[in-house]
């Protein structure tokens, strides 16, 4: 009887461990989706200021930088998440000079000021980024999503 509940266990064990590593995305991290979720409000308030001369933002510019790419090489780290590093690095860059929020940011230094079309339209597509890394990251959406894979084209 031992033997049999033992056997059991053990096919127990290896049928979820076997199901375990035929997972393609992370688990959920609380950690990356507060994240995620408090860099999406400093990436807009910082594009909302982009009005003002860049020169009076270059320190919280820096900041934000430096933080996206903080994110961007903790997800690159995490075991079947591929896809959420591949959605921060359309964000930003390892240089921090290009995706999404890098190239704003870049154009915004070589321009010293934005006009409020553009930060409006900015704001859009950066909020729109940051969505659908923080739904993938709470398993809202898949990560073939169409919306998430249009995203990933552009």
């Known amino acids: 009887m031992k033997n049999k509940n033992f056997r059991n266990l053990l096919l127990i064990f290896f049928l979820v461990t076997g199901l ?3 997972r393609t995305i992370a688990l959920f991290d609380q950690y990356a989706y507060t994240q995620t979720t408090s860099l999406k409000v400093d990436a807009l308030s910082l594009i909302d200021k982009s009005a003002d001369s860049y020169t009076s933002h270059t320190k919280d510019c820096e900041v934000l ?3 996206l790419l903080k ?5 690159k ?7 959420t590093f591949k959605m921060w690095d359309k964000m930003i860059d ?4 290009k995706g999404i929020v890098g190239s704003y940011i870049s154009n915004w ?9 553009f930060i409006q339209e900015a ?4 909020g729109q ?3 659908f890394i923080a739904e993938l990251e709470s398993k809202k959406i898949k990560p073939d999503n169409v919306g998430v894979q249009s995203y990933m084209n552009k």
């Open 20 to 22: 375990w590593g035929c």
């Open 65 to 67: 930088i430096s933080n």
């Open 71 to 75: 994110m961007r090489e903790y997800e």
């Open 77 to 83: 780290h995490r075991a079947n998440d591929l896809i």
């Open 94 to 97: 390892s240089t921090g000079h």
């Open 109 to 117: 230094k070589t321009d010293d000021k934005e006009k409020p079309v």
């Open 123 to 126: 704001k859009k597509i950066v």
């Open 129 to 131: 980024g940051f969505d």
